[in-house]
């Protein structure tokens, strides 16, 4: 089910580039234009999803995707990642990578609360230790002023 | 003696207490790497190469070869103590290597490995040192038509190092080309694929993809399971090898050496092709084959030598002529673009400093290792038990700030996220991701180059058939995409990269 919506995202997202690829231009006064390759790109792409979607012998054999505890880890993982992009604006970086550190410590592999909060601060000086200390990289403060 | 002159300049840019340090620290990191199961260095040279960034570009470049060497050395020790291969190319060493130390012998293992890995690390980078500047004297001679030529050739070559079907691996590069071409054409000015937005003008940033495709999609991999392994790591002694463990060994490094960078300067052999069949060489040539895979020396020096070999012939296409052969290369050139480097057949020309820097430096990196590998191997097993849950969230927080680092903007982040997920689903769905990366680095320099020549041809397309370096690349990408359709768009079992490790 998976396999046949990737190789229908194939054939859209292919034929939407070759079509806006037409429609900047494929060839220009000194040879291609600024449409050629993406153009020729965008063909390919669409054409491998019809083959893939034709074709069963490339199906991915014995795929297994995770149980729900995997799945769960999984979208702590992302949901983390998510949080830090949107919340580094708001809260500054500093405090956006400690609740992400919480939160990714809590989902995968939980241990006790007190080793969560000393790893995740711990972790977060470190990081700040190298990037800013040591590599002089500025980041994002936050309403506290760090 | 052109390549002795260039050595000494080499040892020249390396050996100050700066980039020593890094080449040190590079492969300390390296190393532990490789030790470390479930992140292989293709993924750990995703999430570091931020750090590289604030970092001159010979110290950056020196710092990641440095820890993509690191790497091969240091995925012995897992194969031998826990039955789990630290990076791909060592699966095959813990057939006997686990086995071995079984056997109350993983210091023999250990060790063999380690001076098997240094033995061929040197006699790689020795032949590196002669053989590089013949292809870069060759190279000189490249215009845009012959650097189209080259561009295409190493697309065409990138269909054989695809793993799995090469279907799919078809439309991993049609896809890194349409992608790499998001952006502003800075020739004709035309937006492509931004839909108004300033964030996508600029292109995609390679480093938020690197580290989305190859770091976020392999921790996503590794948390699905949590798995608990039995550490043979009590009493490690006797890593010296004895007179038999040498009379044994000696042969199969040297064969493994000489297999391992044949196989490292084809596009798709690399490491893990190397490890495999210079296995299967030696358990072909042993009087007793039976003894494979129950703790024959043989079968861990052999491999440990191949895979540390394809290292040193895997820099060589990279190096000379801007074509990776193998996706931890690919990502070398990615870094050296991003560095502001200019990759291709004039780089040994324009940056002496800088090829011959790189080259002195795994001299230098060998015998580090040597050391990193041989008496501090107890440092190494005590970071086995340090639990995944405690390492990952460190790796992924170094990757947040990385890929925000290079750009300051935070888009980036999304643009990573986007691309760890999907490069999770494709993996599971047996996608090689490698052919996209070196389809996105080198569609915008074949692009530019194409132009090039057809500004300067008066006949058009015509001009690459009348130079002959053209010519001759052009007929060779032929007779290999003829090969390719005459084998038929099948599934490759071996070659390559398949996956990184991930337990």
Redesign the interface.
């Known amino acids: 089910m998976?396999?046949r919506l990737?190789n229908l995202t194939?054939i859209l997202?292919?034929a939407a580039?070759a079509t806006?690829?037409w429609r900047?231009?494929l060839t220009?006064p000194?040879?291609?234009?600024?449409?050629l390759?993406?153009f020729?790109?965008?063909l390919?792409?669409a054409a491998?999803?019809v083959?893939?979607m034709l074709?069963r012998?490339?199906a991915?054999a014995d795929?297994e995707?995770?149980d729900f505890a995997?799945w769960t880890?999984?979208l702590?993982?992302?949901g983390?990642?998510?949080f830090?992009?949107l919340a580094?604006?708001y809260l500054g970086?500093a405090i956006a990578?400690l609740v992400?550190?919480i939160i990714?410590?809590r989902t995968?592999?939980p241990?006790s609360w007190l080793s969560t909060l000393v790893?995740?601060v711990v972790?977060?000086a470190?990081?700040l230790a190298?990037?800013v200390g040591l590599?002089?990289?500025?980041?994002p403060r936050g309403p506290l002023g760090f | 003696m052109e390549a002795m002159s260039g050595l000494f300049t080499g040892f020249g840019v390396i050996l100050t207490p700066e980039n020593l340090l890094l080449c040190l620290a590079g492969s300390f990191v390296g190393t532990m790497i490789g030790v470390l199961p479930g992140i292989g260095p293709l993924a750990a040279l995703a999430l570091l190469l931020p750090i590289t960034f604030s970092l001159p570009p010979i110290a950056g470049v020196v710092m990641l070869a440095a820890i993509f060497y690191g790497a091969m050395y240091g995925g012995s020790t897992t194969s031998i103590l826990l039955n789990l291969p630290g990076e791909a190319a060592s699966v095959v060493t813990c057939r006997d290597g686990y086995q071995m130390a079984k056997q109350g012998r993983a210091g023999a293992a250990l060790g063999i490995a380690a001076i098997g890995s240094f033995i061929a690390g040197t006699l790689s980078v020795v032949a590196l040192t002669f053989f590089a500047p013949i292809l870069g004297e060759w190279a000189i001679r490249f215009g845009p038509p012959e650097n189209v030529a080259l561009m295409l050739l190493g697309l065409v070559c990138t269909l054989y190092m695809i793993t799995g079907s090469a279907l799919k691996g078809l439309v991993m590069i049609a896809l890194g080309v349409l992608l790499a071409m998001v952006g502003t054409d800075v020739v004709t000015g035309n937006e492509r694929f931004t839909f108004g937005s300033i964030d996508l003008s600029g292109g995609l940033d390679l480093l938020a993809i690197v580290i989305g495709l190859f770091g976020i999609s392999e921790i996503l991999l590794n948390v699905e399971t949590i798995s608990k392994s039995t550490l043979l790591a009590d009493k490690i002694r006797g890593l010296f090898p004895t007179r038999e463990d040498w009379k044994a060994s000696l042969a199969p490094m040297l064969r493994g050496s000489g297999l391992g960078f044949l196989l490292g300067l084809v596009p798709g052999g690399g490491p893990i092709t190397a490890s495999f069949i210079s296995y299967a060489v030696e358990q072909r040539v042993a009087k007793d084959p039976s003894r494979f895979g129950k703790g024959a020396i043989e079968g861990v020096a052999g491999p440990e030598a191949a895979n540390n070999a394809a290292v040193g012939g895997s820099m060589i296409p990279v190096l000379s002529l801007g074509i990776p052969g193998t996706p931890v290369t690919a990502l070398l050139l990615g870094a050296l673009v991003i560095q502001g480097i200019q990759p291709g057949p004039l780089f040994m020309q324009q940056r002496p400093d800088l090829f011959w820097g790189i080259v002195a430096s795994m001299y230098v990196g060998n015998v580090f290792l040597l050391i990193l590998n041989l008496p501090l191997v107890g440092l190494w097993v005590q970071l086995l038990r340090v639990p995944y849950r405690v390492l990952f969230p460190i790796v992924l927080m170094l990757s947040v700030v990385g890929t925000y680092s290079a750009n300051k903007n935070l888009f980036d982040l999304w643009v990573m996220l986007a691309f760890g997920v999907s490069g999770y689903v494709l993996r599971k769905l047996q996608y090689d991701l490698a052919p996209f990366l070196i389809a996105f680095v080198l569609a915008p320099l074949l692009e530019q180059s194409l132009r090039q020549t057809l500004v300067m041809s008066p006949d058009g397309i015509m001009i690459m058939t009348q130079r002959p370096i053209a010519a001759v690349l052009i007929a060779i990408s032929f007779v290999l995409v003829a090969l390719m359709i005459r084998r038929g768009l099948t599934t490759r079992k071996t070659g390559g990269i398949p996956h990184e490790a991930h337990v």
């Open positions: 998976i396999e990737v194939w997202v292919g580039a806006l690829s900047i231009g220009g000194y040879g291609p234009d600024s449409g390759f993406p020729v790109a965008g390919f792409v491998g999803g083959a893939l074709a012998s490339h991915t795929l995707w995770p995997g880890r999984i702590g993982v992302i983390a990642l998510a830090m992009a580094i604006p970086f990578s992400t550190m990714l410590l995968v592999e241990g790893l995740a972790s977060v470190a990081t190298l990037f590599l002089d990289l500025q980041l």
